[in-house]
T-cell receptor
Framework: GDSVTQMEGPVTLSEEAFLTINCTYT??????LFWYVQYPGEGLQLLLK?????DKGSNKGFEATYRKETTSFHLEKGSVQVSDSAVYFC????????FGSGTKLNVKP | NAGVTQTPKFQVLKTGQSMTLQCAQDMNHNSMYWYRQDPGMGLRLIYYSASEGTTDKGEVPNGYNVSRLNKREFSLRLESAAPSQTSVYFCASSEAVQGNNQPQHFGDGTRLSIL
């Protein structure tokens, strides 16, 4: 069946480091793909999305490219800030919504 | 610009008490969802409503009931609360359950403790 798998955390980085959080999906078709961010004590907020192969979603310096050949949607940011510390969720939607288990990011000053 | 509104934000119950969590959305979405999130864990779907008048079980429905009161509102009821139901509960909505490139939108959550 359909599913989303993302790298386990926590991921700890120093400020200004490069970030990659891996996400792969399985689907019976071609799903839409999303990244959400959850700050402490808050709900999930949509960070970016891509709806077809080779699409690149971007927002607030974060980017992710829909790779059909590798069924991946890895989240990247060139220079993280302390304020990026949060939990990040990858999600897909084809016949239903599927969420990954979340990756906690800690950014140290 | 309200989006998805959940009430209450915090609640403490005693074992065996009942409670209804309320959720309302103002985006004219057809589909609504209830999730629970336990510490260090991801989201688990409790129930969802694909459209007004329909509800379906998710991954962890035992101990819960839901009502899709109208297109805007979707409530979650705990009939006899148990400590294992201590969690953060999130309501979400979307235009459709499937075949749509629009995301789910989430409320800020209800933090529920059962003693």
């Amino acid at each position: 069946g359909d599913s989303v798998t993302q790298m386990e955390g926590p991921v700890t980085l120093s400020e200004e480091a490069f970030l990659t959080i891996n996400c792969t999906y399985t689907a019976t078709g071609y799903p839409s793909l999303f990244w959400y961010v959850q700050y402490p004590g808050e709900g999930l907020q949509l960070l970016l999305k891509a709806t077809k192969a080779d699409d690149k979603g971007s927002n607030k310096g974060f980017e992710a490219t829909y790779r059909k050949e590798t069924t991946s949607f890895h989240l990247e940011k060139g220079s993280v800030q302390v304020s990026d510390s949060a939990v990040y969720f990858c999600a897909s939607n084809f016949n239903k919504f599927y969420f990954g288990s979340g990756t906690k990011l800690n950014v140290k000053p | 610009n309200a989006g998805v509104t959940q009430t209450p934000k915090f609640q403490v119950l005693k074992t065996g008490q009942s409670m209804t969590l309320q959720c309302a959305q103002d985006m004219n979405h057809n589909s609504m969802y209830w999730y629970r999130q336990d510490p260090g864990m991801g989201l688990r779907l409790i129930y969802y409503s694909a459209s007004e008048g329909t509800t379906d079980k998710g991954e962890v429905p035992n101990g819960y009931n839901v009502s899709r009161l109208n297109k805007r509102e979707f409530s979650l009821r705990l009939e006899s609360a148990a400590p294992s139901q201590t969690s953060v509960y999130f309501c979400a909505s979307s235009e459709a359950v499937q075949g749509n490139n629009q995301p789910q939108h989430f409320g800020d959550g209800t933090r529920l403790s059962i003693l």
